[in-house]
């Protein structure tokens, strides 16, 4: 069984981009570990305490284990101690496949996760260190899809998360502080909806998360193919 570790650069980003995938994963008995860069906070209706809950809360509808970093939400940057930080949770995680958001948006946080996470994985194979941990490079990076930009790309591929769009959708929901009458932003629910319908028909499936590479992926196995 594979081990991933998925990093987002706020509490909810994750779930957005691959919440479904998660599901699909814990199902197939993988083991799947969050790790968020910052709590998330400052935002209009939330406090740290609040997200700390929802996203705990996430990630128990998820069975997935959590860590959260400090770096400053809004103000992330890709700097060496972001990047070792991240490197050090890589060494104790040990994933096989590592998942970062995209790297193009319009949200400088989400284009620094990416940022962090790539040099993160370079970092965590370093000898002679005096980092946390023995060695480890994660053999893949695959790319979710939590963008600010209105965007059509080309994914490298589409999971079909059709049982687990539920799932999903329960764990966003459950950061209520984000996605809320009250703020004005419930209607992102059913963009969220849309959209991995939207790549779910691409793959002939009623629902899709789409996911991006920059190396070539291989095939050992032709009955995985949807």
Same mark, same amino acid.
């Given at each position: ?5 998925? $990093? ?8 957005? =981009? ?26 209009? &209706?939330?406090?740290? /305490?609040?997200?700390? /809950?929802?996203?705990?809360?996430? %990630?128990?509808?998820? =069975? ?23 490197? @050090? $949770? ?9 998942? &970062? ?12 996760? *990416? ?18 941990? %023995? ?6 990076? !695959? ?10 790309? /080309?994914? %490298? ?6 049982? !687990? ?12 502080? /984000? ?16 959209? *991995? %319908? ?9 629902? =899709? @998360? ?13 009955? =995985?193919?949807?």
């Amino acid at each position: 069984m594979a081990r991933v570790l998925a $990093v987002g650069p706020h509490p909810d980003d994750v779930e957005i =981009g691959m919440g479904g995938t998660i599901g699909l994963l814990r199902a197939q008995g993988h083991d799947v570990v969050i790790c968020d860069l910052t709590n998330g906070e400052p935002t209009p &209706l939330g406090t740290p /305490q609040r997200r700390a /809950q929802e996203a705990a809360e996430a %990630a128990r509808l998820l =069975g997935v284990r959590r860590i959260t970093l400090d770096f400053p939400n809004r103000a992330l940057e890709a700097t060496l101690e972001a990047r070792r930080a991240l490197a @050090e $949770v890589i060494r104790d995680v040990r994933p096989d496949v590592l998942c &970062l958001p995209y790297w193009v948006d319009a949200h400088p946080d989400h284009v620094a996760a *990416c940022a962090i996470g790539e040099a993160a994985r370079f970092w965590a194979k370093l000898t002679k260190t005096d980092m946390r941990g %023995a060695p480890h490079y994660p053999a893949r990076v !695959y790319h979710f899809f939590s963008t600010h930009y209105r965007l059509h790309v /080309q994914p %490298a591929f589409v999971v079909d998360i059709t049982p !687990y769009m539920d799932t999903k959708m329960a764990a966003v929901a459950a950061y209520a502080s /984000q996605f809320s009458d009250a703020r004005g932003t419930s209607w992102i629910l059913d963009a969220i909806r849309t959209t *991995c %319908a939207y790549y779910g028909q691409l793959i002939g499936r009623p629902f =899709g @998360e789409p996911f991006a590479c920059r190396e070539v992926i291989g095939v050992a196995r032709w009955d =995985g193919l949807v």
